[in-house]
DNA sequence: ACTTGCGATATATAATTCTGTATCAAGGAT
DNA sequence: ATCCTTGATACAGAATTATATATCGCAAGT
């Protein structure tokens, strides 16, 4: 997938997961198949203009064309209006990727060896599933995390890996300095392994 | 082409006429073909959604998932940001836009004869050429407009004929209603033959 | 332990996109 | 009349998407 559209993918994901609906629910509802759904989600596939047209209209989402300079605009808009019960699913989807991503992570350790990247990639993530993230960081997160998933398959993985590594030290440099961490609510402080 | 995507598609040959810039130069900026990029324009092909964004990119139009409900009030940002030298490149545009229509309806009437309702299109689409329509309301008319041309290649092209006559009177009669027709400037009244 | 649902992946196949290149009719400028 | 540019169309071939179906490892619930 190129960089291009990998934005408005991962937007279309956390929508997804946000609302709580899975790729089986969302693929009947919007004529595609789950597995044409994971590819696309997970950057294997370009997918076409109306497939993907079909996937977010099935999430009350549309596509828009906005003059480059109105796009700031638009945000602010969209950001103003995301509802409450709309965040605590995003919370629920937040702590999965989380999740998910540490199993990864675990994972690609043991198929290609451990490395002081990874390595330091696992401890970021750690610590970042503790933090409670503002709605941009959470989005510089799991494009980060999206990335770090593509680049198995890919030849530079090895830099990708290293700017991954960075970017995420360089996130949670900006949230030790802007706050000390508060602790999530207990009913998540039991998911996965933190003991460390 | 499917509907879904036809809005989008049809909006950026809007922004690239209404720059002033063809077919092959958006190529060249977009690192697409001018075939390819006539294709997509012309509805004969569904491009892929990296495609899509190259070609509106070098538009300086940026594709944005906006939640269903807040899309009208996107649109009221995107209208109020239209430069005046914007909608003059677009009625020139808008005027070339006429005359190719009329030629097109023309030519249809000499390949598969006439009609009613292709006479009743003729004859609309040269009134409400001399008409100055709203945005909204040139949108519409552009938007049949496609769909006649797409229809010469499909099998409903006589009920796709029948419901762009009647979308076409409907908006003339609105029109009609709303403001007593006024002429042209003088300048592009010189423009196809409007002696009938 | 078992069941269910999840997302990811595999396979085969048909359909389509995308690229490169060429050509054409039409319109505008000279 | 000629030249130039335009958008549309054609063709061949490579690459990719899209579909259908199945399967898998994993997580959660019972």
Excluded: C, W
């Excluded at 994971?38 to 906005?66: C, H, N, W, Y």
């Excluded at 509802?83 to 995003?90: G, R, V």
């Excluded at 998910?100 to 599933?129: N, P, Q, W």
Aim: net charge positive; no cysteine.
């Amino acid at each position: 997938m190129s960089y291009q559209s990998e934005s408005l993918i991962a937007q279309a994901r956390e929508a997804r997961e946000a609302l709580g609906v899975s790729q089986r629910v969302l693929g009947e509802r919007a004529g595609l198949t789950q597995s044409h759904i994971s590819q696309i989600e997970s950057g294997k596939m370009e997918p076409g203009l109306s497939s993907f047209i079909d996937m977010t209209r099935a999430l009350d989402l549309e596509l828009m064309l906005v003059p480059k300079k109105l796009v700031p605009g638009v945000l602010g808009l969209v950001k103003a209006q995301a509802t409450p019960d709309m965040h605590i699913h995003a919370a629920q989807s937040n702590d999965k990727r989380f999740a998910r991503a540490e199993r990864m992570i675990k994972k690609m350790k043991h198929l290609y060896g451990s490395s002081a990247d990874l390595d330091r990639i696992e401890e970021t993530v750690r610590f970042l599933r503790r933090v409670n993230l503002g709605d941009q960081e959470m989005r510089l997160v799991r494009e980060l995390i999206a990335r770090l998933e593509r680049s198995q398959a890919s030849e530079q993985a090895a830099a990708v890996v290293r700017d991954i590594a960075q970017n995420l030290r360089r996130l949670r440099n900006s949230i030790t300095h802007r706050v000390s961490p508060e602790p999530r609510p207990a009913y998540s402080l039991d998911d996965g392994d933190d003991d460390a």
